[in-house]
């Protein structure tokens, strides 16, 4: 088989900057729907979803994860293209050079949130607090988890694209619905976690789709509104909540696992992302705007990882210390209290970036491999069950926390450790029998 456009074309600014522009909003929104209290040497949680439900709308702008998975599945099928079918690099190499990149840097956050709960846990610290601040550090990583997944997936799903094109998301779409009857109807619960394959797996190949020329002309146009209208349908007849995050006594959640509605409000954004492509692209060509998207990009990874680090250094020294106000939610004064801390944090973070960057040969680099004397057709599987396991305990510790009754969940961190060692192992050599 010929390989066709293989040649690097112009890089696509407005992935690039639909990465950078979505983790800032994932960011912005993770610091002000979490509102933090402090009353009697105790620390709490407001929940502004939940007090006041108008603000649910508000989910709508923040939640920017679905054109994420589309880009991240855009880049991946540029990445194929070039690595495996124009230079040749095998399957398992591509696979465990995408793995690696991810681990590396989550490894190395993982490790040092473990050491701290240990060592804050030998002093004594209150287990509230352990296990409040544990949560908070480890509750974005979900996404990673989904991420490590459908990665591993890649193969397939370029494979498919090749073959069935549209239809491959089209059928993801189907099997989300038929998963959300099944549990809702059915009360088939134990089904659940299919969907954050099903859904987020169909924006992915949305994005290998578009690399593959899938959205050209009107038909992104076409995603957006039909999806508009479904997401709209749906909402109206009150079968799914208007809150496109999880919102605690709901019995619907549209994030865990991801409902029908959430794919349709994802559609219908990741259609106007590429509808609006073209004209980005002509709008971020100046040399000044390209360096400050590299320069993004290049440290978009650790702003993800290490966002909720100060919204913990923040609370523990400004509100035992009186620094940060408390009043009533809702009021004007808690909204500006909440631009106060969006400020403050958005100061601490920038902080932090500069010593991440400065630190970027151990913060960010991918993980190390280990040669092990085996072929690829060995290790291969391994590595893929590596990744699961990883996938699995960042799942956990996402739900869990770092410190679940305010102790390290030590199963969790070995299920961890274990997937990472072996996604790092590298085979060295064919194996040849004498």
């Known amino acids: 088989m010929a390989h066709a456009n293989t040649e690097r074309p112009d890089r696509n600014l407005a992935a690039d900057f639909y990465r950078v522009s979505g983790v800032v909003l994932i960011v912005l929104g993770h610091w002000l729907a ?11 949680r407001q929940n502004p979803l939940v007090d006041l439900p108008w603000t649910q709308w508000l989910t709508w702008p923040f939640q920017a994860v679905p054109t994420f998975f589309m880009v991240a599945g855009y880049a991946g099928a540029v990445s194929w293209t070039h690595r495996r079918d124009g230079d040749g690099v095998s399957r398992q190499n591509w696979l465990q050079h995408r793995l690696a990149r991810v681990l590396g840097p989550t490894a190395v956050y ?12 030998a002093r004594g610290f209150s287990a509230s607090l352990l296990e409040y601040a544990g949560w908070a550090v480890a509750m974005h990583l979900w996404f990673l988890a989904v991420y490590l997944v459908v990665v591993s997936l890649t193969p397939i799903a370029i494979a498919a694209h090749r073959r069935w094109g549209l239809l491959v998301p089209a059928a993801l779409g189907v099997g989300v619905a038929a998963m959300d009857v099944a549990r809702l ?14 859904a987020w797996g169909a924006l992915y190949q949305l994005g290998i789709a578009w690399h593959g020329g899938l959205f050209a002309g009107r038909r992104p146009v076409l995603l957006a509104g039909v999806s508009a209208v479904a997401l709209a ?3 109206w007849l009150r079968v799914y909540p208007v809150s496109m995050i999880g ?8 994030t865990t696992p991801p409902t029908v509605a959430l794919l349709a ?18 709008a971020l060509r100046a040399a000044n705007v390209r360096r400050m998207l590299a320069i993004g990009n290049n440290n978009i990874m650790a702003l993800y990882l290490w966002h909720m680090i100060p919204v913990v250094i923040v609370a523990i020294i400004g509100y035992p210390a009186g620094l940060l106000p408390q009043p009533p939610e809702g009021t004007a004064q808690w909204w500006l209290a909440r631009l106060e801390w969006v400020i403050v944090l958005g100061a601490v973070t920038l902080v932090e970036m500069v010593l991440l960057w400065w630190g970027r040969r151990i913060f960010a680099a991918p993980l190390p491999l280990l040669g092990i004397p085996v072929t690829e057709r060995w290790a291969e599987p391994v590595m893929l069950a590596g990744a699961a396991m990883a996938a699995y305990g960042l799942s956990f510790t996402a ?23 072996l996604v790092a192992l590298r085979p060295t050599r064919v194996l040849t029998r004498r």
């Open 110 to 121: 993982a490790v040092l949130m473990a050491v701290l709960v240990i060592v804050l846990d």
């Open 233 to 235: 349908l749906l909402i």
């Open 265 to 282: 409000f994802g559609c219908a954004q990741t259609g106007i992302a590429m509808a609006l492509a073209p004209a980005l692209n002509r």
């Open 399 to 421: 739900a869990q926390g770092f410190a679940p009754d305010g102790h390290l969940a030590w199963p969790t961190v070995i299920v961890f450790a274990v997937g990472t060692f």
């Open 34 to 44: 979490g509102s933090v209290t402090y009353h009697d040497g105790q620390f709490g």
């Open 247 to 254: 919102v605690p006594g709901q019995t619907i959640d549209n």
């Open 185 to 198: 109807a059915g009360h088939v619960q134990y089904l659940d976690w299919v969907n954050y394959v099903l």
